[in-house]
T-cell receptor, first 119, second 113 residues
Framework: DTGVSQNPRHKITKRGQNVTFRCDPI?????LYWYRQTLGQGPEFLTY????????KSRLLSDRFSAERPKGSFSTLEIQRTEQGDSAMYLC?????????????????FGAGSRLTVL | DAKTTQPNSMESNEEEPVHLPCNHS???????IHWYRQLPSQGPEYVIH?????VNNRMASLAIAEDRKSSTLILHRATLRDAAVYYC??????????????WGLGTSLAVNP
């Protein structure tokens, strides 16, 4: 397994265009997360999936954002009608939901991120 | 959700030990202490975690205060590749998932050759 893969690594788009990012998690991980990170800040939670179910979305995720995880494998994050404020690094992470004492060790494995620049 | 406080930046010399502090005075009894680091232009990387006892792994050591209100990440011999932002995060044992992890600004570690 090569870890969490994200594509594309960089995307430059014009305001108003739609963009889609893809994340391929570690195959045995049943949880997948999307985070956003702007320069000089820590990652901010956007949404997460357990298998194919999207269990929570942050209030940061406006109606222009949609995420899917069909069949509980890869995930896509789409941003419609991009705005300059959407410029950020979009990080995907996956984890395995442990049981009992292992649940505290539910560590995240991150991808390298997809950097979005909206002109 | 309990938060952590870390110095904004620290500096070290190559091959010397580095002690990165983290204060978490509002930690609850079921919160795990996790450390991640983020190298430039990469996603965060898990470093170590602990609950009450000190922990060691191939990357680092984690020293947890007896009252658990602070912890210290120890890099025994800093290398240039250890230059990164280090995040100290609390994760509730019964959180069930990581959605409530609060990532602060972390500590930016510079390593001098």
């Amino acid at each position: 397994d090569t870890g969490v893969s994200q594509n594309p690594r960089h995307k430059i788009t014009k305001r108003g265009q739609n963009v889609t990012f893809r994340c391929d998690p570690i195959s045995e991980h049943n949880r997948l997360y999307w985070y956003r990170q702007t320069l000089g800040q820590g990652p901010e939670f956007l949404t997460y999936f357990q298998n194919e179910a999207q269990l929570e979305k942050s209030r940061l995720l406006s109606d222009r954002f949609s995420a899917e995880r069909p069949k509980g494998s890869f995930s896509t994050l789409e941003i419609q009608r991009t705005e300059q404020g959407d410029s950020a690094m979009y990080l995907c992470a996956s984890s395995y939901r442990g049981q009992g004492l292992l649940s505290g060790a539910n560590v995240l494995t991150f991808g390298a991120g997809s950097r979005l620049t909206v002109l | 959700d309990a938060k952590t406080t870390q110095p904004n930046s620290m500096e070290s010399n190559e091959e010397e030990p580095v002690h990165l502090p983290c204060n978490h005075s509002t930690i609850s009894g079921t919160d795990y202490i996790h450390w991640y680091r983020q190298l430039p232009s990469q996603g965060p990387e898990y470093v170590i975690h602990g609950l009450t006892s000190n922990v060691n792994n191939r990357m680092a050591s984690l020293a947890i205060a007896e009252d658990r209100k602070s912890s210290t990440l120890i890099l025994h011999r800093a290398t240039l590749r250890d230059a990164a932002v280090y995040y100290c995060i609390l994760r509730a044992f019964n959180a069930g998932n990581n959605r409530k992890l609060i990532w602060g600004l972390g500590t930016s570690l510079a390593v001098n050759p």
